[in-house]
């Protein structure tokens, strides 16, 4: 942002600024990948329909701003029930019957927006630039030596970072804790090497790092609910249907 802050959203993670907030601003995808919905709010030109809903609420659109983002400062609230129902049923809906849902999502969308507190409701917490720039130099490192392990004390005294600062920026950037994102990555590469290649099992476990193929097998059965030579011969399986 502006301020020189970073703001990282997990899934259900709802985020509000103004345009000039986030004007100079850049994105960064930690996963490399990015599913969201974006809504773009002019209170000074709203349609007769919303006009008269902000009416019958008995609350100034004009306001909106100044409530939600005061001095300029973004809003960023941390994933709810409540903004799940807002947005959750937008990413299944058949597109003949987006539009007018959308519509109504964005009427419940402002309805709740009118209605929060900054103070009451959790909110997500931003980073400084440099610990941003920590946090995905240690990140890079892990992934370029994935067939190793290292432990929190040992990234906290390479990267002269206290445990606990590294284990909250950490989950707060990439969304999980190191040891959770590490084995989602090492079993994610892993399926990609049992669909791609004809590597041996043993071989595969020892490259994402696992200390025999025993505890490979059950960590990779445990994640997708296949064997890792059952998960080989499905894919080859799809893959003739596919081609036949």
Known sequence: MKNNTSVYLNPGDLEIHTLDCCASSVIHLPLSCYEGITILIDPFHLDPVLQNIFKDWGYDPHNLIAKLCPLGEPLSLSSSMLISSIFANLYDMPEQYLLPYARLKVQELLFFLTTIYRQTISKV??????????IQEIHDFLIQNIENRFTIEELSKKYLLNTTSLKH?????????????LKEY????????????????SEISSEIGYESPGKFTEAFRSYTGFLPTNYRK??????????S
Do not use: D, H
């Open 125 to 134: 917490q931003p980073f400084t630039l440099s610990q941003a720039e920590l």
């Open 169 to 181: 920026l950490f989950k707060g950037i990439y969304g999980k804790p190191i040891a959770t994102y």
């Open 186 to 201: 090492r079993l994610q590469i892993a399926k990609k090497m049992l669909s791609e290649t004809t590597k041996p099992i």
């Open 234 to 243: 499905q894919y080859k399986t799809i893959t003739k249907k596919v081609l």
